[in-house]
């Protein structure tokens, strides 16, 4: 195997990831006034399933274990306290934007090889991650009416990004 052939794939997890964060995202637009409690439960499993995508791909990489691990223990958290992460939910989302669109800035170094675009595309997004986790911590009344738009335009993001890496996965290093 020569120097110029890349390993091929496709990134399944990615995919997945990306359809139920979109799916979740349109039905956050749809019904802006639906239940926390249902938001705060389809919240809880992605939050699982992201951790496991993050620890199954994290090539030795500690952050991504770590990033992992703590998507995990905050979706089981939630799964076992339903009633209280519906009344917690800006506070959850904000903390959890936060700290997302920060990992994913702290790596985006790796999307350069696959063009200019994604990656500056990717800065911004994060950007946008971080700067939506900001305005929930600190307007906590303004997040809880407005918390539903919010977490579906992130994710709508986040989802769009993630199908992006499905296809673009193996051009990655």
């Not at 091929?8 to 964060?21: K, P, Q, V």
Request: glycine share 10%.
């Amino acid at each position: 195997m020569n120097n110029t052939t890349r390993k091929t794939g496709f990134g399944w997890g990615y995919l997945i990831i990306g359809i139920l964060f979109i799916i979740v995202s349109l039905i956050s637009f749809y019904n802006p006034g639906g239940d926390l409690t249902a938001l705060a439960f389809v919240f809880a499993i992605l939050a699982v399933l992201n951790g496991i995508r993050l620890i199954m791909g994290r090539r030795g990489s500690v952050l991504r274990l770590v990033a992992g691990i703590l998507n995990i223990i905050i979706g089981v958290f939630l799964i076992l306290n339903i009633y209280i992460a519906a009344a917690a939910l800006p506070l959850v989302f904000a903390i959890w934007f936060i700290v997302e669109s920060l990992f994913r800035l702290l790596t985006v170094g790796a999307t350069r090889a696959m063009g200019t675009g994604y990656f500056v595309f990717s800065i911004i997004i994060n950007i946008l991650g971080i700067v939506l986790g900001i305005l929930l911590l600190f307007n906590p009344i303004t997040a809880a009416l407005t918390l539903s738009f919010l977490v579906g335009f992130y994710l709508m993001l986040a989802g769009i990004e993630c199908i992006v890496l499905a296809f673009a996965k193996p051009s990655l290093p």
